[in-house]
């Protein structure tokens, strides 16, 4: 199999710094050994005004079946001459590929310790691919390499035979591709895409194949329109592996929108405390002390103080036993994350709600709770972070599930301050203790996005009382309960807040407290439940700037107005 890379240049920048980037110099042929034969890297052209490099790849059909046994297109135990005679030794697959990685190892990476600048700076380039195993024809040509910026993209069927047109053509294509891009870009777009169009790979696909298409993909594939199928198809179809490196796109796809790193959207779950609480979930005994260290929305200093009040009273009550042969029972108080979500619960059965999004839903525990009464019938679980959603999915048990109960629950990866269409139709959704954890200037495109696309009957809000702060005696004075939260809201500052999101969406809300309501500084944590009323919505687009005004119709009205 056969490809060429050209490109041209002029006296100031020759065309043979293609050399310096491929890190192969135009004057000399290379042979480079394969798993599975022979690689030859040749110029048939190199001047200033135009250089071509060509790398010629020469299979051992032998070496091909004997290595890859069973694998792929090229080891397939056919009839015994057909493991001899295919098209591998001819059509660009990810044969061809791997030879590019092994071959051009640093020119894929961008690294060109000569000529860094030109290295990052695009080139005119020239690809040229005889024979491309296309399935799906030119026009999947097209759609998978439209978008990645080339000028032209050329993609010629291959006939069966040229003596006889009638036999029709081949699903072979010769790939051209004309424009202006970073080598290091062009290259890996032919290492994930050539396997792709060929369907098919030589060897087996592991988990680290997710790390490879990722490396590859950077910088295009996020946002590439075939995303899904480029992935699959890269993955062998292997759903489990497709998955996941779809959950990771997508968080790159995010980082891009926002300007930040990957790290800090999927932040939801520190490490150090992600395996306590994974083997509490598998065996299904998770102690409160594990359940409220891994989840984010609670303050450790809360947690803390109860479970030492309730130990220390367990202590005492084992030395009494000990001392006058009596058993005593003490009960542990609640800590306030299982009060906070006594409440949410409590709130939902009262409005009736049967489908319920928990939307922020870190590691599960809403979730785990609403599975546990058979009055919510379709639960949804939103979360941006890829490690929280592995967590939940594990809190449980998806994988362990009958068909019946995993059809109630579904986890999906998303971020709160994008509308999201799979969000709409619901009679719920609750946020608990997320708000706190976005900074001030996105909380009106979480509001938009809940409150104004997604607009469930019923919304539930939960945030921390920052007066309720000083009770904490752990806690500095000043400091929030959680390293991630953004800020934390008075009693006063919560109620304005959501009274105008009440006011611009055509909900009525209502306030209630969670945990011990202290008479000077309120309670620990502050809920508030929106629920839609049928008056005028007063939609304030904060990202634009305009002002919309929406009259929410009822069914009445409707009625109403065909009578007249």
């Given at each position: 199999?056969?490809?060429?890379?050209?490109t041209?240049?002029?006296?100031?920048?020759?065309?043979?710094?293609?050399g310096?980037l491929?890190h192969?110099?135009?004057?000399?042929a290379?042979?480079?050994s394969?798993a599975?034969?022979?690689?030859h890297?040749l110029?048939?052209?190199a001047?200033a005004?135009?250089?071509?490099?060509a790398?010629l790849?020469?299979?051992d059909?032998?070496?091909l079946v004997r290595r890859?046994r069973g694998?792929?297109?090229?080891?397939?135990p056919d009839?015994?001459?057909?493991q001899?005679v295919?098209?591998?030794?001819y059509a660009?697959?990810s044969?061809?590929a791997?030879a590019?990685s092994?071959?051009?190892?640093?020119?894929l990476?961008?690294?060109?310790?000569?000529?860094?600048e030109?290295a990052?700076?695009?080139?005119?380039?020239?690809i040229?691919?005889?024979?491309?195993p296309a399935?799906?024809?030119?026009e999947l040509?097209g759609k998978?390499?439209g978008?990645?910026?080339?000028?032209?993209v050329?993609?010629?069927p291959?006939?069966?035979?040229?003596?006889?047109?009638?036999w029709?053509?081949s699903?072979y294509?010769?790939?051209v591709l004309d424009g202006?891009?970073?080598l290091a870009?062009a290259?890996?777009?032919l290492?994930?895409l050539l396997p792709?169009l060929?369907?098919?790979k030589?060897y087996?696909?592991?988990?680290?194949?997710?790390?490879?298409?990722?490396?590859?993909?950077?910088g295009w594939l996020?946002?590439?329109?075939e995303?899904?199928?480029i992935?699959?198809?890269y993955?062998?179809?292997?759903w489990g592996?497709t998955r996941?490196?779809m959950e990771?796109?997508?968080?790159?796809r995010?980082?891009?929108?926002d300007?930040?790193d990957?790290e800090?959207?999927?932040n939801a779950?520190e490490?150090?405390?992600?395996?306590?609480?994974?083997?509490?979930?598998e065996?299904?005994?998770a102690?409160s002390?594990?359940?409220e260290a891994t989840e984010?929305?609670d303050?450790a200093?809360a947690?803390d103080?109860?479970?030492a009040?309730?130990d220390t009273?367990?202590g005492?009550?084992?030395?009494a036993?000990a001392d006058?042969?009596?058993?005593?029972?003490?009960?542990k108080?609640p800590?306030?994350?299982?009060q906070?979500?006594?409440?949410i619960?409590?709130?939902?059965r009262?409005t009736?709600?049967?489908?319920?999004?928990?939307?922020?839903?870190g590691?599960?525990?809403l979730v785990?709770?609403?599975l546990?009464?058979?009055?919510?019938?379709r639960i949804?679980?939103v979360?941006?972070?890829?490690r929280a959603l592995?967590?939940a999915?594990?809190?449980?048990?998806?994988d362990?599930?009958?068909?019946r109960?995993?059809?109630r629950?579904t986890?999906?990866?998303g971020a709160?301050?994008y509308t999201?269409?799979?969000?709409?139709?619901?009679?719920?959704?609750?946020l608990s203790?997320?708000?706190?954890h976005?900074?001030?200037p996105r909380?009106p495109?979480?509001?938009?996005a809940?409150?104004?696309?997604?607009r469930?009957?019923?919304?539930i809000?939960?945030?921390?009382n920052?007066?309720?702060?000083?009770?904490?005696?752990?806690?500095?004075?000043?400091h929030v309960?959680?390293g991630?939260?953004?800020?934390?809201?008075?009693r006063?500052?919560?109620?304005?807040?959501?009274?105008?999101?009440?006011?611009?969406?055509?909900?009525?809300v209502a306030y209630?407290?969670?945990?011990?309501?202290?008479?000077?500084v309120?309670?620990p944590t502050q809920?508030?439940v929106?629920?839609?009323?049928?008056?005028t919505?007063?939609?304030e687009?904060?990202?634009?700037g305009?002002v919309a005004?929406r009259?929410?119709?009822?069914?009445a009205?409707?009625q109403?107005?065909?009578?007249?």
């Amino acid at each position: 199999m056969f490809l060429t890379i050209s490109t041209t240049g002029t006296p100031e920048r020759p065309a043979t710094d293609l050399g310096f980037l491929l890190h192969k110099h135009p004057d000399r042929a290379q042979t480079f050994s394969t798993a599975h034969g022979t690689a030859h890297v040749l110029y048939p052209e190199a001047s200033a005004e135009r250089c071509t490099a060509a790398l010629l790849l020469e299979i051992d059909p032998v070496a091909l079946v004997r290595r890859s046994r069973g694998k792929g297109r090229g080891g397939a135990p056919d009839a015994a001459l057909a493991q001899y005679v295919n098209d591998r030794p001819y059509a660009a697959s990810s044969l061809l590929a791997v030879a590019l990685s092994t071959v051009f190892k640093s020119a894929l990476r961008g690294v060109c310790a000569a000529l860094p600048e030109r290295a990052a700076r695009p080139l005119p380039l020239r690809i040229e691919v005889p024979a491309v195993p296309a399935r799906g024809g030119a026009e999947l040509v097209g759609k998978l390499f439209g978008p990645l910026g080339w000028t032209s993209v050329e993609a010629r069927p291959v006939a069966l035979d040229e003596r006889f047109p009638q036999w029709g053509e081949s699903r072979y294509v010769q790939l051209v591709l004309d424009g202006e891009l970073r080598l290091a870009d062009a290259l890996r777009q032919l290492y994930v895409l050539l396997p792709v169009l060929d369907d098919a790979k030589h060897y087996w696909v592991a988990p680290d194949e997710v790390d490879k298409l990722l490396r590859a993909g950077e910088g295009w594939l996020a946002e590439h329109p075939e995303q899904k199928l480029i992935t699959s198809r890269y993955l062998a179809r292997r759903w489990g592996l497709t998955r996941q490196a779809m959950e990771r796109l997508e968080l790159v796809r995010l980082a891009e929108a926002d300007d930040i790193d990957v790290e800090a959207i999927d932040n939801a779950v520190e490490e150090i405390l992600t395996d306590p609480a994974l083997d509490g979930a598998e065996t299904g005994e998770a102690s409160s002390d594990a359940t409220e260290a891994t989840e984010v929305t609670d303050t450790a200093n809360a947690t803390d103080t109860a479970n030492a009040t309730a130990d220390t009273a367990a202590g005492a009550a084992g030395a009494a036993g000990a001392d006058d042969g009596r058993v005593r029972s003490f009960t542990k108080e609640p800590s306030l994350a299982d009060q906070r979500r006594e409440a949410i619960l409590t709130a939902l059965r009262a409005t009736g709600a049967g489908t319920v999004l928990d939307l922020g839903c870190g590691q599960g525990q809403l979730v785990q709770a609403l599975l546990k009464d058979a009055r919510f019938t379709r639960i949804v679980g939103v979360d941006v972070s890829v490690r929280a959603l592995a967590i939940a999915g594990r809190r449980i048990g998806l994988d362990r599930m009958s068909e019946r109960q995993a059809a109630r629950v579904t986890l999906l990866q998303g971020a709160l301050t994008y509308t999201d269409k799979r969000l709409k139709g619901y009679d719920a959704a609750v946020l608990s203790e997320v708000v706190e954890h976005l900074d001030l200037p996105r909380l009106p495109a979480l509001e938009h996005a809940v409150f104004g696309a997604a607009r469930p009957r019923t919304v539930i809000v939960t945030t921390p009382n920052v007066e309720y702060n000083v009770r904490w005696e752990t806690l500095p004075a000043g400091h929030v309960r959680h390293g991630d939260h953004r800020f934390e809201w008075t009693r006063e500052e919560f109620r304005d807040w959501a009274g105008e999101v009440a006011r611009r969406h055509g909900y009525d809300v209502a306030y209630a407290p969670i945990g011990p309501d202290d008479p000077e500084v309120g309670p620990p944590t502050q809920m508030a439940v929106f629920t839609q009323n049928d008056k005028t919505v007063v939609t304030e687009t904060v990202v634009t700037g305009t002002v919309a005004t929406r009259t929410a119709v009822t069914a009445a009205d409707e009625q109403e107005g065909k009578t007249a």
